[in-house]
Protein backbone atom coordinates (compact mmCIF):
# COMPACT_ATOMS: atom_id res chain seq x y z
CA UNK A 1 0.00 0.00 0.00
CA UNK A 2 1.10 3.89 -0.71
CA UNK A 3 2.79 5.29 2.04
CA UNK A 4 2.89 9.07 1.98
CA UNK A 5 6.45 10.61 2.68
CA UNK A 6 4.85 13.43 4.71
CA UNK A 7 2.56 13.17 7.28
CA UNK A 8 -1.09 14.18 7.05
CA UNK A 9 -1.38 17.85 8.39
CA UNK A 10 -5.29 17.48 9.46
CA UNK A 11 -6.13 20.84 11.66
CA UNK A 12 -10.21 20.74 11.75
CA UNK A 13 -12.48 18.43 11.86
CA UNK A 14 -14.18 19.36 8.37
CA UNK A 15 -10.42 18.52 6.70
CA UNK A 16 -10.60 15.07 9.12
CA UNK A 17 -14.09 14.33 6.83
CA UNK A 18 -13.03 15.57 3.90
CA UNK A 19 -9.88 13.30 3.71
CA UNK A 20 -12.14 10.11 5.50
CA UNK A 21 -15.31 10.10 2.55
CA UNK A 22 -13.68 12.74 0.01
CA UNK A 23 -12.51 12.25 -3.73
CA UNK A 24 -14.08 10.55 -6.44
CA UNK A 25 -14.34 6.98 -5.66
CA UNK A 26 -14.89 6.58 -1.32
CA UNK A 27 -18.04 8.58 -1.67
CA UNK A 28 -19.56 6.36 -4.29
CA UNK A 29 -18.49 3.19 -2.89
CA UNK A 30 -19.61 4.28 0.47
CA UNK A 31 -22.80 4.77 -1.39
CA UNK A 32 -23.12 1.55 -3.29
CA UNK A 33 -22.89 -0.68 -0.07
CA UNK A 34 -25.06 1.47 1.64
CA UNK A 35 -27.48 0.48 -0.73
CA UNK A 36 -26.58 -2.66 -1.56
CA UNK A 37 -25.25 -3.81 1.77
CA UNK A 38 -22.91 -6.54 1.61
CA UNK A 39 -20.99 -7.28 -1.86
CA UNK A 40 -18.37 -9.03 -2.95
CA UNK A 41 -15.45 -7.42 -4.96
CA UNK A 42 -16.55 -8.25 -8.80
CA UNK A 43 -20.10 -7.16 -8.51
CA UNK A 44 -18.86 -4.00 -5.95
CA UNK A 45 -17.00 -3.26 -9.46
CA UNK A 46 -19.71 -3.77 -11.61
CA UNK A 47 -21.36 -1.50 -9.66
CA UNK A 48 -19.24 1.16 -9.40
CA UNK A 49 -18.59 1.08 -13.43
CA UNK A 50 -15.72 2.66 -14.62
CA UNK A 51 -13.17 2.36 -12.04
CA UNK A 52 -9.73 -0.03 -12.64
CA UNK A 53 -9.19 -2.95 -10.34
CA UNK A 54 -5.79 -1.08 -9.08
CA UNK A 55 -7.99 2.54 -7.92
CA UNK A 56 -10.75 0.06 -6.45
CA UNK A 57 -8.64 -1.70 -4.45
CA UNK A 58 -6.55 0.96 -2.94
CA UNK A 59 -9.52 3.15 -2.26
CA UNK A 60 -11.62 -0.03 -0.11
CA UNK A 61 -7.95 -0.40 1.47
CA UNK A 62 -8.24 3.27 2.86
CA UNK A 63 -11.89 2.96 3.77
CA UNK A 64 -10.85 -0.27 5.89
CA UNK A 65 -8.03 1.62 7.39
CA UNK A 66 -10.17 4.60 8.19
CA UNK A 67 -13.05 1.53 9.57
CA UNK A 68 -15.15 2.92 7.24
CA UNK A 69 -15.60 -0.24 5.10
CA UNK A 70 -15.31 -3.88 6.90
CA UNK A 71 -13.70 -6.52 4.93
CA UNK A 72 -14.81 -10.01 5.70
CA UNK A 73 -12.85 -12.59 4.03
CA UNK A 74 -14.30 -16.59 4.09
CA UNK A 75 -11.53 -19.46 4.14
CA UNK A 76 -13.27 -21.49 2.36
CA UNK A 77 -13.38 -23.35 -1.30
CA UNK A 78 -13.23 -21.36 -3.21
CA UNK A 79 -12.41 -18.00 -1.12
CA UNK A 80 -13.98 -15.33 -1.56
CA UNK A 81 -14.40 -12.01 0.08
CA UNK A 82 -17.78 -9.59 1.18
CA UNK A 83 -17.51 -5.66 1.83
CA UNK A 84 -19.84 -3.93 4.16
CA UNK A 85 -20.14 -0.64 5.68
CA UNK A 86 -18.88 -0.69 9.68
CA UNK A 87 -20.91 1.53 11.85
CA UNK A 88 -18.91 4.12 11.38
CA UNK A 89 -19.29 4.19 7.87
CA UNK A 90 -23.26 4.16 8.66
CA UNK A 91 -22.88 7.28 10.34
CA UNK A 92 -21.13 9.12 7.03
CA UNK A 93 -24.86 7.81 4.85
CA UNK A 94 -26.87 10.73 6.05
CA UNK A 95 -23.97 13.42 5.75
CA UNK A 96 -23.47 12.02 2.08
CA UNK A 97 -27.59 12.24 1.55
CA UNK A 98 -27.63 16.13 2.36
CA UNK A 99 -24.57 17.05 0.03
CA UNK A 100 -26.56 15.10 -2.58
CA UNK A 101 -29.34 16.75 -1.58
CA UNK A 102 -27.49 20.43 -2.14
CA UNK A 103 -25.61 19.59 -4.65
CA UNK A 104 -28.34 18.41 -6.74
CA UNK A 105 -30.21 22.16 -6.79
CA UNK A 106 -27.37 23.61 -8.18
CA UNK A 107 -25.55 21.20 -10.38
CA UNK A 108 -27.58 20.53 -13.70
CA UNK A 109 -28.26 16.80 -14.00
CA UNK A 110 -26.52 14.82 -16.74
CA UNK A 111 -29.13 11.61 -16.48
CA UNK A 112 -27.67 9.46 -19.37
CA UNK A 113 -24.46 8.71 -16.94
CA UNK A 114 -25.64 8.91 -13.55
CA UNK A 115 -25.05 6.16 -11.35
CA UNK A 116 -28.04 4.29 -10.19
CA UNK A 117 -28.20 5.35 -6.77
CA UNK A 118 -27.67 8.67 -7.56
CA UNK A 119 -30.77 9.05 -9.30
CA UNK A 120 -32.78 7.72 -6.26
CA UNK A 121 -31.51 11.50 -4.63
CA UNK A 122 -34.35 13.58 -5.39
CA UNK A 123 -34.78 17.82 -4.87
CA UNK A 124 -36.91 20.52 -6.13
CA UNK A 125 -35.82 23.87 -8.27
CA UNK A 126 -37.36 25.69 -4.88
CA UNK A 127 -33.99 24.21 -2.50
CA UNK A 128 -36.24 22.80 -0.94
CA UNK A 129 -35.80 18.72 -0.22
CA UNK A 130 -38.69 16.30 -1.72
CA UNK A 131 -37.31 13.15 -0.21
CA UNK A 132 -34.57 11.31 0.87
CA UNK A 133 -33.24 8.11 -0.68
Given at each position: ??????AKD????????????????????????????????????????????????????????????????????????????????????????????????????????????????????????????
Amino acid sequence: MYHPKLAKDIRCPLEYGLDIFGGKWKSRIICVLSKKKTLRYSILRKEMTNITDAVLSATLKELIADDIVYRNQFNEIPPHVEYSLTQKGVSIVPILKNICNWAGIYHKQDNENMLTQCQKCTYDTNNKFRKDF
